[in-house]
């Protein structure tokens, strides 16, 4: 199967949908992807990327030497699939996603979330442990999970397994499963089936897990003093006002969370992670621990501390949220708009080591206009790059910010480097082609993943993926997903 060379460009010019479903997308042949606009951490230039039948990538190449191949005889068969100058990047990997399937399958599931990744340049996501029935907190519930997802994904999906108080004689288990690493809370996860761990269930799990080369997320939040009862009365703070959920959970819970896990660290050899970042003091503290962790000899990536942020901790500030709309809730809660501006100068300094969704979606029922009651979690998987990328282009950024923070940088805390989230030779051909200049607006119409809440509704966005590809095969193009499920697990049984 021959794909015009002109495909892509043909899209452009007529703003037309191109029709290609139906046709096979598994590559019977060598690709050859071209583009004025190739993009690797390190460098943009114009080339071409080749891909061999496996759907892996065979070579990197400047434009010189495509020029060479083209005129080649051997290049007669390939399928070029030219994106004119579109950017081609790393597809995304969204490791902080939480699908609910089984059990919780109306807020989600995995048929929409990997649809809505799909569209969104993710070719890889990393379900989380919690808020699917059973969590994956045991190796036989991670197996009911990964036969759930087997049949449906549009993209590879990977797993973190859970710690929970108990559990651990199932962790090592689970390591040799294939599960990228376990996250655990320190504070009421929202969910009764996952507990969160005490400093002395931490220690045990340390242990076990000491020398398993895995990694310990936390959701990094603790209860300082008494946790107050539930006011009631006239002369309670208003629920429906955004500051009264944001004064109940202050810096300072997130503070002596990664000051507990400090502690820890010289105790055991994990790899420690603190998802969705939001207060920006945390990151000075875990800097520290890492330098302290170095110096003790610690040889493995960033010293075995990294932490990631989440979109909407870049994009919105608590000034602008209005009262009623728990859209906007999540936990840690969104700080002030200082707050946001020295998470982003993180981000241009590299202090930060990734950033995900933390698509965390429930029903419209558990949302309300009560800040203190709703469900808590926003939904953004299928908006990572262009949330991201609106705001870093207005700051001046590079793609290359781009592809590090969403695809390098979480394919490596996932220890899937040499399989995911750049564009090198041997690894997958997860790629996309991404548009920086083109703007849309988020509408319910256009968002795939289940419940159509977010905080963004109606907001424009810059930077728009225009195809995705999942190991060569095309997945998703301009506002179509094309043909069924081609995702894999990423796990070590099948
Ligand atoms: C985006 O804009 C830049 C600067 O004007 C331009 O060089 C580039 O070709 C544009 N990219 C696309 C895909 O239109
Ligand atoms: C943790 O494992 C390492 C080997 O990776 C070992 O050198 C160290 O002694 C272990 N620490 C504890 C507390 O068991
Ligand atoms: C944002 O919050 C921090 C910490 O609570 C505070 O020091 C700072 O003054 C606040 N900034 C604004 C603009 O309100
Ligand atoms: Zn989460």
Redesign the pocket.
């Known amino acids: 199967m021959l794909l015009p060379h002109i495909f892509l460009s043909a899209i452009l010019l007529s703003g037309v949908t191109c029709r290609i479903i139906g046709l096979a997308p598994k590559p019977a042949e060598k690709q050859l992807f071209l583009s004025?606009?190739v993009v690797t951490e390190s460098e943009e230039f114009e080339g071409g990327v080749l891909v061999d039948e496996s759907g892996t990538i065979e070579a990197v190449l400047k434009k010189d030497s495509v020029d060479v191949l083209l005129g080649s005889e051997k290049s007669k068969d390939w399928e070029i699939i030219d994106g004119?100058?579109?950017?081609l990047m790393a597809g995304g990997v969204d490791s902080h996603v939480h699908v609910n399937e089984p059990g919780r399958t109306s807020w989600e599931g995995y048929v929409t979330a990997t649809e809505a990744a799909a569209a969104g340049g993710m070719t890889t996501i990393i379900d989380m442990p919690l808020n699917s029935i059973p969590p994956t907190t045991t190796l036989e519930n991670l197996k009911i999970k990964a036969n759930m997802a087997k049949e449906e994904i549009f993209v590879d999906v990977g797993f973190w397994g859970g710690v929970v108080p108990g559990n651990e004689e199932e962790l090592q288990e689970m390591v040799k499963a294939g599960v990228v690493g376990f996250k655990c809370f320190l504070i009421n996860s929202g969910v009764s089936e996952f507990p969160y761990v005490t400093p002395k269930d931490l220690e045990k799990a340390l242990v076990y897990l000491n020398g398993s080369g895995t990694v310990l997320a936390f959701h990094a939040e603790v209860q300082v003093g008494e946790e107050s009862p539930e006011c009631t009365g006239p002369s309670c703070p208003d629920p429906v006002l955004y500051d009264t959920y944001l004064a109940s959970r202050p810096e300072i819970m997130e503070l002596e969370a990664a000051s507990l896990i400090a502690s820890q660290l010289s105790k055991t050899d994990v790899h420690v992670h603190v998802v969705h970042v939001s207060a920006e003091g945390v990151v000075p503290i875990l800097e520290a621990a890492r330098e302290e962790r170095i110096k003790n000899g610690y040889v493995g990536w960033r010293g075995g501390v990294t932490a990631e942020t989440c979109n909407h901790y870049l994009t919105l500030s608590s000034e602008q949220i209005p009262a009623g709309h728990s859209e906007y809730k999540c936990a840690p809660p969104i700080r002030n708009i200082t707050n946001k501006q020295k998470l982003w100068e993180y981000i241009r300094d590299e202090r930060l080591d990734l950033v995900t969704s933390d698509h965390s979606p429930s029903v419209a029922e558990l949302k309300g206009p009560n800040f203190m009651t709703a469900w808590g979690g926003i939904s953004s998987v299928q908006f990572d790059l262009s949330l991201f990328w609106t705001e870093a282009k207005a700051r001046g950024y590079s793609l290359r910010t781009l592809t590090h923070y969403w695809s390098a940088g979480p394919a490596r805390l996932c220890g899937l480097q040499e399989k995911k989230g750049s564009i090198r030779p041997g690894l997958d051909a997860d790629l996309i082609f991404f548009?920086?200049?083109?703007s849309f607006v988020v509408t319910p119409e256009i968002i795939r993943y289940k419940n159509k809440i977010s905080p963004y509704m109606n907001r424009v966005l810059t930077g728009k993926v225009m195809q995705t590809y999942v190991r060569g095969q095309l997945v998703y193009s301009d506002g179509e997903l094309i043909g069924g499920p081609k995702g894999d697990t990423l796990l070590s049984f099948e």
Not at 84 to 87: E, K, R, T, V, Y
Not at 435 to 438: G, S, T
């Open positions: 004025r606009h004119g100058s579109l950017a548009d920086p200049n083109a």
